[in-house]
């Protein structure tokens, strides 16, 4: 069975939070996405943000990262803690960090894409956490927060309780450069959203979430030095979803393959599968490619199901991983895929 979970108190307006980068060096490359996402952490949330030796660091080792995390955790002034951007390396910093002074000091911590490292960290500690709000990103957004992802956010911030997880009528991969700062103040381009599509039985499933990006769970897999054993996850509900690194369908059969070969796919009770952003600076496809993209992964997740794990709900296209706008999904926290009314609803 999975841990027995603990949800962090929730900040004030008016608290101090951290802001911290465990993860890439973004931050310190850009500033502009960051001092619009501050400016709207203070401004429309009223938080009090406070940076780290590292947050705009041009280089910080693991060691260093974790003096942070530490650092934030363990300050009493501060009542969350908030990443600036993902990465590629957050694995690294694991092994600095002292799991019993995370968990002596709980904090509502929010990450997604490499920060899911300490998400995942948290998780086998019995700690929610919380998957998504990046400053840079989803705070920092040009033009203006997302409504959605907004109210989604100030939500998970301050809020408590169940919340649906509900279908934007709008969505976007394709952000702004922010090598191009006087294009900022315009929003991202946004496209019609296709309805989510829902397949297995029509059964409701409860159980404490546990996921996130595709790519870094597949660090895990690979590692295993932070995975719990396998019976851990029996009743839990699967959400993945993948990145600007755009991998492959076969990639993620592949992934999802070992997972049921493995037997760890059929411990789950539920799979949510977010919309994959099909469009990067690298690789701008245009419509008919983002399309063609999307329809290859989907058809892979459903071949994995239908061949490891036919007789659970699941659904594909909520946008809670790397498309726009962003829904905030508690990491650990209890959700439910009522296949039946075709529903989610998290508790937060």
Not at 203 to 210: D, E, H, L
Request: glycine share 8%; aromatic share 12%; hydrophobic share 35%.
């Amino acid at each position: 069975m999975p841990p027995s979970f603990r949800y962090p108190a929730k900040p004030a307006p008016g608290d101090a939070v951290a802001v911290i980068s465990p993860s890439g060096r973004a931050a310190a490359i850009f500033p502009a996405p960051v001092d619009l996402g501050l400016e709207r952490l203070r401004e429309d949330f009223r938080l009090r943000p406070v940076e780290y030796p590292t947050t705009r660091a041009t280089e910080a080792s693991p060691q260093q990262r974790a003096a942070d995390v530490h650092a934030a955790f363990a300050d009493p002034e501060i009542k969350a803690v908030f990443t600036t951007i993902g990465g590629d390396d957050e694995l690294k910093v694991l092994a600095h960090l002292d799991p019993g002074l995370l968990t002596a000091h709980p904090k509502p911590f929010f990450g997604y894409s490499d920060n899911n490292n300490l998400n995942l960290f948290m998780w086998n500690l019995g700690l929610v956490s919380y998957q998504g709000g990046a400053i840079m990103v989803q705070f920092g957004r040009p033009g203006r927060m997302h409504p959605v992802t907004r109210e989604s956010l100030h939500h998970a911030v301050f809020g408590g309780g169940p919340r649906p997880i509900e279908k934007s009528p709008e969505y976007s991969d394709q952000e702004r450069n922010w090598a191009e700062p006087e294009k900022l103040a315009a929003e991202p381009d946004m496209f019609p959203s296709e309805d989510w599509t829902w397949h297995g039985p029509q059964a409701t499933f409860t159980g404490p979430s546990w996921g996130g990006n595709l790519e870094i769970l597949d660090f895990h897999f690979r590692t295993g030095r932070y995975m719990l054993p396998d019976e851990h996850y029996d009743g839990a509900v699967l959400f993945l979803e993948t990145s600007e690194e755009l991998p492959p369908a076969d990639y993620v059969y592949r992934v999802l393959m070992c997972m049921g070969e493995r037997g760890l796919l059929q411990r789950f009770g539920a799979l949510i599968w977010g919309r994959p952003k099909a469009w990067s600076f690298e690789q701008p496809n245009d419509p008919a490619e983002k399309a063609s993209y999307t329809t290859a992964q989907y058809a892979a997740v459903r071949r994995a199901m239908a061949e490891y794990h036919p007789d659970v709900p699941f659904v594909l296209g909520p946008d809670f991983g790397h498309t726009d706008p962003q829904q905030i999904v508690p990491f650990g926290g209890q959700i439910t895929v009522d296949g039946a009314n075709r529903q989610i609803t998290a508790v937060y």
